[in-house]
């Protein structure tokens, strides 16, 4: 089976190489033309652990191939997966402008029955609006004739383990309309789920709203664990000895319930306010996901209101940052909190120098050189009036805090993913604050 994949970003490219890697022969095709020579010459634009070796593999096996020629794709092959971004617009809603034109252009090109596939994270009713847009272009190319399929198959893989999580899916999700399809779909996928994990078929509109449930879900444990936190810390309570006593409980589950200083990224802050947006466009509040979005909004400024508590003044004192991805082993910096904090600091006349293993490249790309950048983490801190963790990476899991001490101005600690062991820092002498911790 040929498939191809429209939009070879984070989610088109792990698509496409994990099904080349089972076999089948795939297209990546993307608008950037920069981004299909450099991923011909081997080069990726994201970093996804695993993923790089895969790529060069199936390509060079000529499994993968990655064009900017849609036309020609679509022509020769029998899925095609629609994997482009969809940016919330000015009213927090879906953008789908990016889906609709693949959708047209698929229309332009399509010769033979082909199962079109949203892998992209759409509102509900989006499916019908690809339809109608590939109708269009049949309508005026007289070519009501050609057949084609509309799918919903939303992607759940998490970045920084997308290639297993594709690989190795806990569910697949597919909505259909048409047997045709669900044959096409669960051949596709077949040897993925050989360990038994299920493929659910349903209805379209269900299958799109799966992925929002599913991710508001996530940002909503993140979001009531941060308020939590802020109340244990009010009330001398540790949210830390909290989480083990709740997490314990199979009802409640050991994953999603650590305290931090909010959620970011590309899809949770995106897909919750456009659940939100759904909800009162039909008449129907979503409560509980605003508070969610509330609480996230001021989990970001805890950090930065707990620094300007501690110092006061901040003007000319410098910071260290070790992390500036949303999360560990990503690149991606979109919605990344550590934005947030370098923002409010610069704005209150302070220096940061960031360390961060990987994202640093995608970090100057975005707010350039506004804060240093050094290559070795405890470069960082020389003359640093404290060190701020924002992501936490393994590697900075133990670091050596006698050197951290030494190289300091002064000994503070600001640990936004609790990570340290405050009674050990205060013992060494340190001034450590948490989230929602009372060492
Ligand atoms: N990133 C994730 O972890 C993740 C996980 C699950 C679902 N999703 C969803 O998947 C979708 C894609 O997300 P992403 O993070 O991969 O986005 P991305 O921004 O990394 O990649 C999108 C790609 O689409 C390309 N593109 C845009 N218009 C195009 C066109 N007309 N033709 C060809 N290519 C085009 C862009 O150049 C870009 O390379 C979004 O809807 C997102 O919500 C993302």
Redesign the pocket.
């Known amino acids: 089976m040929k498939i191809g994949i ?7 490219l792990v698509t496409g190489t994990c099904f080349a890697e089972v076999g089948l022969e795939v297209t990546c ?4 033309q920069k ?1 299909i020579d450099n991923l011909n010459k081997g080069i990726l ?2 970093y996804e652990p695993g993923l790089e070796e895969l790529v060069i593999k199936n390509h060079q096996k000529k499994r993968l191939q990655f064009s900017t020629d ?1 036309k020609t794709t679509i022509q020769d092959t029998d899925v095609i997966f629609i ?4 940016p919330p617009g000015e009213d927090g809603s879906a953008d789908l402008k ?1 889906v609709l ?2 959708a047209s ?1 698929i229309g332009q090109s399509i010769e033979n029955y082909q199962v079109v596939v949203t ?4 509102p509900v009713h989006t499916s019908e609006k690809v339809k109608a847009a590939i109708q269009a272009e049949l309508v005026k190319r007289n070519r009501t004739d050609i057949p084609f399929s509309v799918a919903s198959n ?6 920084g383990a ?1 290639v297993d999580d594709f690989m190795k899916p806990d569910r697949i999700v597919i909505g259909l309309e048409e047997e045709r399809a669900e044959e096409v779909m669960r051949k596709l996928y077949k040897p993925f789920v050989l360990n038994g994990h299920p493929v659910l078929v349903m209805d379209i509109k269900s299958a799109e709203m799966t ?1 929002y449930a599913a991710n508001a879900m996530l940002a909503t444990k993140i979001s009531f664990m941060n308020d939590i936190a802020n109340l244990c810390e009010i009330l001398g309570a540790d949210i830390n000895h909290v989480r083990k006593g709740i997490g314990s409980d199979p009802r409640i589950g050991n994953k999603f319930i650590y305290a931090g200083i909010g959620y970011g ?3 949770f802050p ?2 919750v306010k456009a659940l939100i947006k759904t909800g009162n466009t039909s008449g129907h509040p979503m409560r509980i996901l605003q508070s969610v979005e509330e609480v996230n909004e001021h989990q970001k400024t805890v950090l930065a209101n707990k620094i300007k508590k501690h110092f006061g003044d901040l003007k000319g004192r410098k910071f260290a940052l070790w992390g500036l991805s949303f999360k560990p082993k990503t690149d ?1 910096m979109r919605e990344a909190p550590s934005l947030v904090i370098i923002d409010f600091l610069l704005k209150e006349g302070a220096t940061v120098s960031a360390y961060d293993p990987i994202a640093m490249h995608e970090a100057k790309h975005m707010i350039g050189d506004s804060i240093s950048y050094v290559e070795d983490m405890y470069d960082a801190l020389a003359g640093a009036d404290a060190l701020l963790l924002i992501t936490e990476w393994p590697e900075f899991r133990n670091p050596d805090f006698e050197k951290i001490g030494t190289l300091l101005k002064q000994k503070v600690v600001f640990d936004g993913r609790n990570i340290f062991d405050g009674k050990e820092l205060i013992q060494k002498g340190f001034v450590y604050q948490g989230i929602g911790v009372n060492p």
């Open positions: 429209v939009g070879t970003g984070y989610v088109g095709i993307d608008i950037d981004k634009p994201i849609l994997a482009v971004g969809t990016y034109q693949v252009q892998k992209s994270t759409v939303p992607e759940f893989l998490k970045e997308a992925k990224g590309s899809c995106k897909d991606d």
